[in-house]
């Protein structure tokens, strides 16, 4: 018997190339566009970082300028014994007054409730705002409904540093009065200038406030409302050396141009004749471009911008808020 051999077509040489050459073309688009969209995948996370960093920046700020004290919110010029001007004396396009500044009244001890036993979950602050003017004198502030032990626990806890250490708690602070001070009369001078300020030396029972003596001839108004704080902040940019300009990618940027860190100062007391540089301080936000602030009335205007370096690329975030107290 006989088999007959039948052939079967297959690709020719010319057609195995041209296979070949389209593939290698499609490849070479795929990879194209996979790098693309690792570029822009890259491109978009630096965005939505630098973005996240500027809005947790900008909201710490916010948040603790809803307690500051009227009329003394200052601009100081870079450098914690500068000149300083209210803030809302600041003339138009003025570059020297970068720190800004203020007296903080006492929030956490204001909304502490206390919850001991015998009275429950009763609303009690730890200062609760109020004089008695009969049961006040020259050196004593009497305040009822306040917890003032309370208060010595709570200034201490917050003004702990890394290492435990803590101020010295309610003798750390002081008492205003509405309408009786302004940024020239609240220690911002330095040489103990706050004149119309009554700091604290104690407690003498739990509702009421040993004050410094105030010496003969000295006359401070005294009203049935007043504000307690134990602090003044300070937002101060801080210039990029060589060095940290170099590590995170900002070799085109001249030292003192373009890019600070912008570093919180607190704990504190300018009625005792300290300012921010003898405060502690942490870092709040790094990389800053653009930190600007104006203010008006009770409201202030709040800009931060942060500047990242990523693969030779320059990302920008901006954000921009405002602070009605």
Known sequence: MMQTLKYKKAFSMIEVVFVIVVLGIVASIGSQIIVQVYEGYIMQRAVHRTSIKTELAINQLVNRLTYSLPRTVIARKNGASADFLPIESIPAGDTLHTTLEWIGYDNDGFGAVDTSPTTGAKRRP????????????????????????????????????????????????????????????VGYDGGISAENIHRVAGQTVDTELDLVNRGLGVNRPVKEHYKLAWTAYAVVPVALTAAELHDRGFDDIDVGDGVWDLRLYYDYQPWDDENYANGKSQILIRNVSVFNFTGSGSSIRLKICQRENIGGVTVNSCKEKAVIR
């Not at 006040?136 to 305040?143: E, F, K, M």
């Open 126 to 185: 730890a200062w609760s705002g109020y004089a008695d003017l009969s049961a006040s004198s020259i050196d004593d502030l009497s305040t009822p409904g306040s917890r003032l032990g309370a208060l010595n626990t709570i200034i201490n806890n917050l003004s702990k540093d890394a290492g435990g250490t803590a101020n010295s708690g309610i003798a750390d602070s002081a008492i205003l009065f509405p309408d009786t001070y302004d940024a020239y009369t």
